[in-house]
T-cell receptor
Framework: ETGVTQTPRHLVMGMTNKKSLKCEQH?????MYWYKQSAKKPLELMFV???????ENNSVPSRFSPECPNSSHLFLHLHTLQPEDSALYLC?????????????FGPGTRLTVT | GQNIDQPTEMTATEGAIVQINCTYQ??????LFWYQQHAGEAPTFLSY??LDGLEEKGRFSSFLSRSKGYSYLLLKELQMKDSASYLC??????????WGAGTKLIIKP
């Protein structure tokens, strides 16, 4: 049990659909992250939230829209995705947002865009 | 550009020792992490090195040479459960984590 949960674990959606990924951390951390993991590629950092404020947006297309209502919850809203967006989306949290410390990851959402 | 290199895949035998190498070229250095990721599961933290030398933690050890831009993860007394991907990540001068693509380790009986 890593203390970070993600739902759903698997998602299949069409290119015209709208869906949301949810992440919740039970560790009392102040920072949360969204990553994209594609096969045989490095983890790609998408968004960072520190104390609910977005501090990082690594040139992510606008079809991905994050939301952080509080320090424990993080959402990724998806709309009009492309097949190349199919990947494992990982949420992580850490004590602070400087990425200096250990990050705790959720199990991920396996997304398939058809 | 910034780059982390590690082998794509390695195979080792149960009970043996394996060394997974990681070389990096980054703008500055503020530490190096190793994570383990079993198939279909979350990455979990293994080690953090910021100074040169060897850090030992049970069957796992991690080594760092900052002058050579090099680290390795050493796994001893391999067990079948060690079959996983091992991710190397470097914290650069802007405190951004740069990730390698991971090394898939296959353990055979």
């Amino acid at each position: 049990e890593t203390g970070v949960t993600q739902t759903p674990r698997h998602l299949v959606m069409g290119m015209t659909n709208k869906k949301s990924l949810k992440c919740e951390q039970h560790l009392g951390h102040n920072a949360m992250y969204w990553y994209k993991q594609s096969a045989k590629k490095p983890l790609e950092l998408m968004f960072v939230y520190n104390f609910k404020e977005q501090t990082e947006n690594n040139s992510v297309p606008s079809r991905f829209s994050p939301e952080c209502p509080n320090s424990s919850h993080l959402f990724l809203h998806l709309h009009t995705l492309q097949p190349e967006d199919s990947a494992l989306y990982l949420c992580a949290s850490s004590q602070d947002g400087g990425q200096t410390g250990e990050q705790y990851f959720g199990p991920g959402t396996r997304l398939t865009v058809t | 550009g910034q780059n982390i290199d590690q082998p794509t895949e390695m195979t080792a035998t149960e009970g043996a020792i394996v060394q997974i190498n990681c070389t990096y070229q980054t703008s500055g250095f503020n530490g190096l992490f190793w994570y383990q990721q079993h198939a279909g599961e979350a990455p979990t933290f293994l080690s953090y090195n910021v100074l040169d030398g060897l850090e030992e933690k049970g069957r796992f050890s991690s080594f760092l040479s900052r002058s050579k831009g090099y680290s390795y993860l050493l796994l001893k007394e391999l067990q079948m459960k060690d079959s996983a991907s091992y991710l190397c990540a470097v914290l650069d001068s802007n405190y951004q984590l740069i990730w390698g693509a991971g090394t898939k380790l296959i353990i055979k009986p």
